[in-house]
């Protein structure tokens, strides 16, 4: 006889078939706020639902990658980088038996807490709350889904497991974040004892990689800013271009880009099998009982030496023909100047923010709610609130 799928036989599958280095989520450490089960859904689940649903990741889709939303519908934004980073995730974690649901989940949110404009914002924002605690954008997505979101009346965030969470740590462990008010403070009770770093969030910062090596080579040949004769300097490149030279222009780069991705991902599944294959030495745990972040531990997702070598190369180049190209610094120089005047205006008159967020500053720092607040909006109203406040309205009538 048919019947739904429960959670039990959900969490069995997973045991009787993913490999024993796979999370598992029957054995998740838990939730800041106790729960109770759902009959149908894993933890995982639940967490990749949650994550779907919230309002940072829907400002996604308005969130500059390397060029602004407004310069064509066609370059890659936040969103989609994330659901590109998803579908690399799922599969690498399909070709190692490991727990796709919890990679999906961490994929979902591992870019929640980037600002408006990318990451020249950033660098602005780190600089001007430094004496709050800095600027950084893993810890902001942590921020994010513990004390920001606001969907639950019994606790704040969306009560993500550990497990999920952990894939903020990547430059700082979770009770530095804890100590400088990035994390739900429930998160004490997860500080000590023993935990394996998750071969999970080792895939999810593999795809990212991958994924925005092979979309910014995309978007800077659809732009002009790049183009495949100038990336044959990249011996990566060199050979992928030489594949599928022959065809018309735009199968040629669509082509290039499939290909591009596709050794990517298959080195890193056989180069990361070979290794988890192996036995594993011992993380040492330190006094604090908990693991360093994902950044500084030994890896077991990895690239091959020579893929790896490949992949830098790739990546100095976007850096030195892409990223520092007149055209893109031209419109972060805009950006960084308005998000400075966005800060100095919400700090001298709070009443600016919308009213969640001064209902924060009984509470918290004001330099760290206006972060908050600038750190959420999508690029899209940056430029309507410094429109507003800034501009003339005689001007700004006839703008519109």
């Known amino acids: 006889?048919?019947?739904?799928?429960?959670?039990?036989?959900?969490?069995?599958?997973?045991?009787?078939?993913?490999?024993?280095?796979?999370?598992?989520?029957?054995?998740?450490?838990?939730?800041?706020?106790?729960?109770?089960e759902h009959p149908l859904r894993t933890a995982f689940q639940r967490d990749r639902d949650r994550l779907i649903h919230s309002t940072a990741?829907?400002?996604?889709?308005?969130?500059?990658?390397?060029?602004?939303?407004h310069e064509g519908d066609y370059y890659r934004t936040r969103l989609t980088h994330t659901l590109e980073v998803v579908q690399i995730a799922r599969s690498m974690a399909r070709f190692l038996r490991l727990n796709e649901d919890l990679a999906e989940a961490m994929a979902l949110a591992h870019d929640l807490g980037h600002t408006p404009f990318g990451?020249?914002?950033?660098?602005?924002?780190?600089?001007?709350?430094?004496?709050?605690?800095?600027?950084?954008?893993?810890?902001?997505?942590?921020?994010?889904?513990?004390?920001?979101?606001t969907p639950y009346p019994d606790f704040p965030g969306l009560n993500l497991t550990y497990e999920v969470r952990s894939i903020f740590t990547k430059k700082s462990s979770m009770a530095e974040l804890l100590r400088k008010g990035y994390a739900d403070p429930g998160s004490q009770r997860f500080?000590?004892?023993?935990?394996?770093?998750?071969?999970?969030?080792?895939?999810?910062?593999?795809?990212?990689s991958i994924a925005y090596n092979s979309h910014d080579v995309d978007d800077g040949i659809k732009s002009g800013l790049l183009s495949p004769e100038m990336l044959e300097e990249v011996p990566l490149w060199r050979e992928v271009w030489k594949s599928v030279r022959g065809r018309d222009e735009s199968s040629c780069r669509h082509a290039a880009i499939r290909e591009l991705i596709n050794l990517q991902v298959?080195?890193?599944?056989?180069?990361?099998?070979?290794?988890?294959?192996?036995?594993?030495?011992?993380?040492?745990?330190?006094?604090?009982?908990?693991?360093?972040?994902?950044?500084?531990?030994?890896?077991?997702?990895?690239f091959s030496t020579a893929m790896r070598d490949s992949d830098r190369s790739l990546k100095d180049y976007?850096?030195?023909?892409?990223?520092?190209?007149?055209?893109?610094?031209?419109?972060?120089?805009?950006?960084?100047?308005?998000?400075r005047r966005l800060f100095q205006a919400y700090f001298q008159s709070p009443e600016q923010m919308a009213p969640q967020f001064r209902m924060r500053l009984a509470k918290e720092p004001k330099a760290r709610v206006v972060c908050d607040y600038i750190a959420g909006m999508t690029d899209r109203f940056a430029e309507d609130e410094y429109i507003s406040l800034f501009l003339p309205p005689s001007l700004v009538a006839r703008n519109r």
């Not at 994902?294 to 997702?301: A, F, K, S």
């Open 1 to 36: 006889m048919m019947h739904l799928l429960s959670r039990e036989e959900s969490e069995k599958r997973e045991r009787d078939t993913l490999s024993p280095l796979a999370a598992q989520s029957a054995d998740t450490l838990g939730r800041c706020h106790g729960e109770e």
């Open 57 to 69: 990741f829907r400002r996604l889709e308005y969130k500059t990658q390397v060029f602004v939303n």
């Open 119 to 149: 990451h020249s914002v950033e660098a602005v924002l780190q600089e001007l709350v430094i004496d709050a605690g800095g600027f950084e954008h893993n810890a902001q997505g942590l921020r994010c889904v513990d004390l920001l979101e």
């Open 191 to 208: 500080i000590r004892g023993p935990r394996q770093p998750l071969l999970e969030a080792q895939i999810v910062d593999l795809a990212d």
């Open 266 to 302: 298959t080195d890193a599944a056989e180069e990361s099998l070979r290794r988890m294959s192996q036995p594993s030495q011992p993380i040492p745990v330190p006094e604090s009982g908990e693991y360093p972040p994902l950044g500084v531990i030994p890896r077991q997702i990895e």
């Open 318 to 339: 976007l850096h030195s023909n892409l990223y520092h190209h007149p055209q893109v610094t031209r419109q972060m120089d805009r950006a960084q100047e308005m998000i």
